[in-house]
């Protein structure tokens, strides 16, 4: 009985994971570009907020995340929905947010490099 759960929990694991995306949902490679703009975005406005302690902080990371969305030809709702998308499905989201974090170290390094 312990077997036939594992292969079911398995399977089903297998099968969400190997479906192919909805067409209302942004790609893969798209989506991984677009959180690493957004990241970027917020560090932007924490350096505004710096340099302008008048700054509204969540105004500011709304006005640059409307230009990355601008930028990559999308909307805000779109955007949103396909992150819940990728949150409903954990495996596509770790290999989303790990390439995200990839793009960071090296981003990190290249910055290191060219600072020395």
């Excluded at 798209?30 to 690493?36: D, E, H, L, N, Q």
Aim: charged share 30%; glycine share 2%.
């Amino acid at each position: 009985m312990r077997w036939l759960i594992i292969f079911l929990i398995s399977s089903s694991v297998f099968l969400a994971c190997s479906g192919k995306i909805p067409g209302d949902v942004i790609e893969p490679e798209k989506m991984k570009k677009i959180v690493w703009e957004l990241m970027q975005a917020d560090e932007l406005a924490m350096q505004n907020k710096t340099g302008d302690s008048s700054l509204n902080l969540k105004n500011e990371s709304f006005r640059l995340y409307d230009q990355v969305f601008a930028l990559n030809k999308i909307s805000r709702d779109k955007f949103q929905k396909s992150y819940r998308y990728y949150q409903e499905h954990p495996a596509l989201y770790n290999q989303m947010m790990d390439a995200v974090k990839d793009a960071s170290d090296k981003d990190r390094k290249t910055a290191s490099a060219t600072a020395q």
